[in-house]
Nanobody, 124 residues
Framework: QVRLVESGGGLVQAGGSLRLSCAAS????????MGWFRQAAGKEREFVSA????????YYADSVKGRFTISRDNAKDTIYLQMNSLKPEDTAVYYC?????????????????WGQGTQVTVSS
């Protein structure tokens, strides 16, 4: 079975950086798309970024473009989210997701597997 385990969350001051990791196991992910979503308290889960495991193509939400970078390490079956210039509004639980398709999407319902999430808190 597919397992996604996030790590790297924590407390950081505004303007700081964090790097999230998502270790994937249980499948060969070469034909998958991977995504990061986040959910702030009292709000709906929203798309952050996605990456194609096969060719490394990427896709970002406008709110994080230029500040966040998604990447992958095929040898480790791990994806990363480098978050720079963090703002208090980036505070949320960040979730890793996997989709059984090459196509990148920001649609939450099209992802098949989810991790348990990691908390990111940005203080002002």
């Amino acid at each position: 079975q597919v397992r996604l385990v996030e790590s790297g969350g924590g407390l950081v001051q505004a303007g700081g950086s964090l790097r999230l990791s998502c270790a994937a196991s249980g499948r060969t992910f070469s034909s998958y798309a991977m995504g990061w979503f986040r959910q702030a308290a009292g709000k709906e889960r929203e798309f952050v970024s996605a990456i194609s495991w096969s060719d490394g193509g990427t896709y970002y939400a406008d709110s994080v473009k230029g500040r966040f970078t998604i990447s992958r390490d095929n040898a480790k079956d791990t994806i990363y989210l480098q978050m720079n210039s963090l703002k208090p509004e980036d505070t949320a639980v960040y979730y890793c997701a996997a989709r059984r398709s090459f196509a990148l999407t920001d649609v939450l319902g099209l992802y098949n597997y989810w991790g348990q999430g990691t908390q990111v808190t940005v203080s002002s």
